[in-house]
């Protein structure tokens, strides 16, 4: 199975400072890679999917970016509600599978 | 607007069995492939299985980890979505979600959350 790592475990960032969250996968998924968000007791929430696609009426602030085996999520200016786990995940191949997230924490 | 509603949660002692409900609203639910993530605690999301629709051949797959032990199924008259849980271990223990789509997962249920202890 396609082992998906992301970094870091944990980001601080202030109000304003960009945020960049990194993935990074075992091989190649081409750009079959979608982004979650999760605050806590939530289910977790789909933000993009082929690596760069925003789902409808995601805020511009969030941007993806990569393929084969690196990949970015950028929050250009975050805002308090985007205090959260990140979590990637490819669907190139089965079995999907998930990354072990990244706590984003704006201070 | 999609809704994904499951039950059927809760306490088991291992080795028993559990069979857990999604209950789907707003969308056409026999034309969806749906898929089973469940969630231990403290972790990140994990794959267990999806059902292709009936008109795509209804084939379903599963992770390694509940291959032979559980079984998706799905009664699209009903528009619900099943997961029947045997031979139960404590590494089950998770919030379980009932997920739209096969690839990307567009929309999520609330889940229901399933513990295995004696």
């Known amino acids: 199975e396609i082992v998906m790592t992301q970094s870091p475990a944990t980001l601080s960032v202030s109000p304003g400072e960009r945020a960049t969250l990194s993935c990074r996968a075992s091989q190649s998924v081409s750009s079959n890679l979608a982004w979650y968000q999760q605050k806590p007791g939530q289910a977790p929430r789909l933000l993009i999917y082929?690596?760069?696609t925003r789902v409808t009426g995601l805020p511009a602030r969030f941007s993806g970016s990569g393929s084969g085996t690196e990949f970015t999520l950028s929050i250009s200016s975050p805002q308090s509600e985007d205090s959260a786990f990140y979590y990637c995940?490819?669907?190139?191949?089965?079995?999907?599978?998930f990354g072990g997230g990244t706590k984003v924490e704006i201070k | 607007e999609v809704q994904l509603v499951e039950s059927g949660g809760g306490l088991i002692k291992p080795g028993g069995s559990l069979r857990l409900s999604c209950a789907a609203s707003g969308f056409t639910f026999s034309n969806a492939w749906m898929t089973w993530v469940r969630q231990a605690p403290g972790t990140g999301p994990e794959w267990v299985g999806l059902?292709?629709?009936?008109?795509?051949?209804?084939?379903?797959d599963y992770a390694a980890p509940v291959k032979g032990r559980f079984t998706i199924s799905r009664d699209d008259s009903k528009n619900t979505l099943y997961l029947q849980m045997n031979s139960l271990k404590t590494e089950d223990t998770a919030v379980y979600y009932c997920?739209?789509?096969?690839?990307?997962?567009?929309?999520w249920g609330k889940g229901t959350t399933v513990t295995v202890s004696s």
């Open positions: 997920v739209h789509g096969s690839g990307w997962l567009d929309a």
């Open positions: 082929d690596t760069s």
């Open positions: 059902i292709k629709s009936e008109t795509s051949g209804g084939a379903i």
């Open positions: 995940q490819q669907y190139n191949i089965r079995p999907l599978t």
